[in-house]
């Protein structure tokens, strides 16, 4: 499996992020950070992880960002931080399930559940760093408010994702969903559909390039960050914290079963949820990630 990892490397970093191609790299250490957590994660461990390197699949924005503060901290502890940047949501999961990689940071719990389902691997969350509200971009098309008849809509095309997109929509008045079908809500479940419009289901990563092609597109925090564009400057609307879909999608740390109680993971997640890393979400992303500890 090792030639996997190596092959899917070599391949990713002919492409380039701006062509919103795989990509994937492993970060290189930069000076340590002062954190007190961090040092306190080894005594709540009980073992010196000193020498030990912990790798970990992510996507670039803003998961393999956040990670290289946690890589800083870990350092602390002589603990080696190597990230391998996906840009995609499939490889991810399988390279932790083979145990190429560590664990992954890039999904939400709904997403690794219907993962874990559709493609019989044992992947369990060691827990949740932050969320990232879903957003409607404009495309062709640049306001709400006076929505075209027949206008097309792009969404996430993977089950969890798609609902939360529905969702959003039905929140703006756009569609109305059948009442029961909540966050496994699919197209088949739109009930109303007033303004005629179409909704193009396409692979989440691939929604940024699509705007000049449809009206509008529902895309996925990182996507969007990843393409240039601001939650507060250029989404037409957000979910709402209080929404189902905000308590439900945070972004969780990931590994194969019966590793999320090692040491070594303890002590990343120790590093995730550290004052360094909050700070750092609440002033680099602007809202588009909120710390969810």
């Given amino acids: 499996m090792k030639k996997l990892l190596s092959a899917l490397l070599a391949g990713a970093l002919a492409v380039s992020l701006a062509a919103c191609g795989a990509s994937a790299s492993v970060s290189e250490s930069t000076a340590p950070a002062d954190s007190g957590e961090a040092a306190a994660s080894t005594a709540e461990t009980g073992s010196d992880l000193s020498g030990t390197t912990i790798k970990v699949a992510a996507s670039p924005t803003p998961h393999a960002e956040i990670l290289k503060v946690a890589k800083d901290i870990l350092a602390e502890q002589g603990i080696t931080l190597e990230i391998i940047e996906f840009s995609d949501y499939v490889q991810p999961n399988m390279v932790t399930e083979s145990g190429e990689v560590d664990a992954n940071y890039f999904q939400h719990q709904p997403y690794l559940d219907s993962f874990n389902e559709e493609n019989g691997t044992r992947l369990v969350s060691v827990g949740a760093i932050h969320y990232e509200p879903l957003g409607i971009y404009p495309g062709k098309s640049q306001d709400l408010e006076e929505i075209t008849d027949g206008a097309v809509i792009a969404v996430p095309n993977d089950t969890t994702n798609e609902a939360r997109a529905l969702q959003l929509l039905a929140a703006e008045g756009i569609i109305t969903i059948r009442e029961d079908a909540g966050l496994t809500a699919t197209i088949n479940d739109i009930v109303e559909n007033p303004h005629n419009v179409q909704v193009e289901e396409l692979e989440a990563a ?77 002033t680099t992303y602007n809202g588009a990630v909120l710390p969810l500890f």
């Fill in 206 to 282: 691939q929604l940024p390039r699509t705007l000049a092609d449809v009206d509008y597109a529902v895309m996925n925090g990182n996507y969007a960050l990843e393409a240039g564009f601001s939650v507060k400057d250029d989404a037409l609307a957000t979910e709402d914290a209080a929404s189902e879909a905000a308590q439900t999608y945070g972004n969780v740390l990931v590994v194969a079963e019966g590793n999320e109680d090692s040491a070594a993971m303890q002590a990343l997640l120790a590093a995730l949820k550290s004052d360094e890393v909050k700070s750092f979400i609440e």
